[in-house]
């Protein structure tokens, strides 16, 4: 038997909105490379400093790139080897045993953003409540922008997340229920 998918994705859009510095460092190396090759037609001896300099800015801008792009298209939520993957900070995902997740539910919360003074929309956000007898889940390291853990509640902020209503949420909580059955677990 195929093994249930739990899988709870990143909002593509959101993350690469991140491709704006990176983008803004390359061009910036860009225009540094053609000063730098204007100056040695000059015959400047800046003209080797500067274009060290710009492909250095060049360099930094596409490893941002790579990383944007890298971590938008990691699920927030996936399943492994009895294992809840969580990504909510940089580098390796949490692994959380499959056993000590109950369900999942939607809550809601802030958004994120500026909005020229005035109150921030609620977001619909995702909710994970762990097994209140597994004391040593309840609390977690998360990036604040990406989520929050704390007595035995993840909320993953649905800004960061796809798209979230109450058919996305059964159906992680039915994979869930398979999932655990299918290791012989209480659902």
Known sequence: MAT???RLSNNLRASLLGLVVPGFAVMLGGLLTWGASAMAARG??????????AGLVVAGGLCMTWAVV?????PRLSYENKCLLLQLRLGRPERIPIE???CFFIGQ???EG?????SRPEAVNLVVRLAESAKEWHKGNVRPALGSWCDGYIVLRGMWCEPLDGDRVAELN???IQIKRSLGLRA
């Open 4 to 6: 249930p998918k739990l």
């Open 100 to 102: 000590v997740v109950e």
């Open 109 to 111: 919360g802030p958004g």
């Open 70 to 74: 890298y971590w938008s298209f990691l």
């Open 174 to 176: 039915h994979s869930l």
């Open 114 to 118: 500026n909005f020229g003074g005035r």
């Open 44 to 53: 400047s001896s800046l003209s080797g400093w500067l274009g060290a300099f």
